[in-house]
Structure formats: C-alpha cells, structure tokens
C-alpha cells in the first residue's frame, strides 16, 4: 500500500471538520489511508503571524457565513459554535493519549468531540466537557483525565505539534500528499486529481 | 433574464485570474451574465487589516505553489511574475475608461492584460506597459493613456472602488450571486449550485 496522507487540523476549525467528514473515504477510494494529526493553529499563528479569520471586520463576517454554507455544501451537519474559535489543547492531548494506545479508536474520538462542538455547542476546549464527550463516546472518564494531565501526554501533544509545523502546517485543514501540501477543506478535488494523477 | 454575477477581482490576483477564464461560461450556462469589477485589494487591505497571502513566512511558500498547482488544475496558463504583487492602479483605471465607453471590449482588456502579467510577464503596474498591452489589443494607445490620466476616469475608479469594498470584496475573486458572497476561484463549485439551486 502507497504511503499514509497526512491530516492535520485543529479541533477549532470548521474546515478541518469538514474535511474529517471526507478525508478516510477519500483516501480509501485510492488506496490509501490517513494519518490524523491535530495540532494547534494557535501555535503556527506564532510563527505566520497569521489569525482566526473571524478576527477581521467584515472578512470575519464573510467566513461566519462560508462555514455553514460550505457545511451544507458537503452534506456535513453543522451549527456555528457561541463560542468560537477555542484552544483546543484538551481536545489534542486526549487524542494524543488515546492515539498511543489506539490509533482507530482515536479517530472516533475526534468525530465525537468535532461533533460535539460544531453540532451541540459543547465547549471542549474545557477537559472536562472533553472528557465528558469522551465517556460518552465509550472511554473511561479517569483514565481520559489522567492521560490529559499525564506530563508524558502533554509532551507528547507539544512534539507532535511542532511536528505539524515543521510539515508546514499553517491552516487547518492542512492534508500532504506524497509530499505535495493542500490547504483546506475545498483543496479536496485538487487532493483526489493528485491520488489519481500522481500530481499535475 | 436573471440578474447578473458581481465578479470582483483584482489585476494582480492570481485566483481573479483564474476565474476571469471561467465566470462568463459559468454565468452563461445557467442563463446569467457577469458584470465584470476590477477592483484594488490594497484598499481593501486597509479597512480588513488583510495583507497578501504572499506576505506571511510559510503561508507565502505555500500559496506560490497553489497559485500554479490551481491554474494548471483548471487548465489556465500561467507563469508566476517576477514582480508579485504589483499595484493594480494602472489597468483598473484603464478598465473603467473602456467600459463606460465599451463593457465587451473592456473584458477583452481585462483578458489581455492579465494573459501579460501572469503568462508574459509584463509589469502591467506601470501604466506604459498596461498601454502597450492595451495597444497590442487593437486600442489606440494615446487614447488609452489620457484615459488612465484623465481625472474624471481616476474618479470613477476610485468611485468603483469603494463600492466593491462596500459591497464586501475584502478578496479576489469576490463573486456575489443574488445577494450571496463567495469569496475565491476555489468557491465557482459552490456557485454554480447556487446558480442551479438559487440557494442551499
């Protein structure tokens, strides 16, 4: 089988949820399956110096907009969170923690917990709504706690994103190729011309 | 027939490039016009505190490759210009002098002067080069120079300006179908659903 895609995103990002939605059909439909990889667009706006969209007059309108548009665009459930954007540090280390153990269920995980905000407004940057979601989702509550204030997990959760950065990770959904770097949700036809063509 | 597209797009935008070579054939197939609107993205910039994607550390790699990745995607020629990005004064002065007098020829101005720029490489920001493609158009050059200099056309432009930016072109291609903004060349899929649609 052809090497992994990689998936990064951020759990605050309607874009990277959306393209949660697509991106293992996607990669199957080829031949291929995805490495999901959250990490903090937080920590990459350091760096770019870039920013949530929302955060500009008028463009900040326009995306409001775009997220749900493009939600429905894609047949992908959605409701514009009241709290939004959020850090999304809990969220990430309990996929990290759950991920060592686990990588499929750790996926499930993030469907639960992308769900969960742009669907009911549970805010999960606070761990225990994200632990909460996580129960629901079938894990144990303690032991989700626990791998969140692991002090390896949280290492864990700061390597993988400097690891996302140094792929170039700028925007969420950020998803690589065989080397080649798409930059959101509607760079997905352009993915799936290059799974076919090998690159154009 | 239905009202037409607002197509809003900057001289010096590689993706307004894109989707001037589809927007008219879009609009056509489902029984609209486009009303074509050069406008300035610096302006923009000032009110959005936006800057162009080429700026930021990164993010500027990324978009230089997706500027050529997307043309050649959608079969558009392209040659990323030495000098990038370049004020757009010039040939939008020169637009709204043709098309007060002529809006088909001024499309043809429009095509012509971005073929230079993103295929030939001309520097279409100084105003003798944006004469010369004008020129090689079949328009009288001394004609097209007192236009670009003639204070009411440098009004009008600047009219035309602020009512794109009124009309919320924080970016280009801005495309308004019906009332509906969309915002890229990545968005003409979600347009033409909503040509088909008349909304989702």
Request: cysteine-free.
């Amino acid at each position: 089988m052809p090497a992994p895609i990689d998936f990064y995103f951020d759990f605050a990002s309607p874009y990277g949820y959306i393209a949660s939605h697509k991106i293992d059909a996607l990669a199957a439909k080829h031949g291929r399956e995805a490495t999901w990889r959250p990490f903090l667009l937080g920590a990459a706006f350091k760096i770019t110096g870039g920013a949530a969209p929302v955060a500009f007059p008028i463009k900040g309108e326009y995306f409001i907009r775009d997220f749900a548009r493009s939600a429905r665009f894609h047949g992908v459930p959605y409701k514009y969170p009241s709290k939004f954007p959020i850090s999304s540090v809990a969220p990430t280390r309990a996929f990290y923690w759950l991920n060592a153990r686990d990588p499929k269920r750790a996926k499930d995980l993030v469907r639960a917990l992308y769900a969960a905000y742009f669907t009911a407004d549970v805010d999960i940057s606070d761990a225990e709504q994200t632990i909460r979601v996580a129960a629901s989702a079938g894990l144990n509550a303690d032991e989700v706690r626990a791998g969140i204030n692991d002090p390896a997990v949280k290492e864990l959760t700061k390597v993988e994103v400097e690891k996302a950065i140094a792929a170039g990770a700028f925007g969420s959904p950020y998803i690589v190729v065989d080397g080649e770097p798409f930059w959101g949700s509607d760079r997905l036809d352009q993915v799936e011309r290059w799974l076919v063509t090998g690159g154009f």
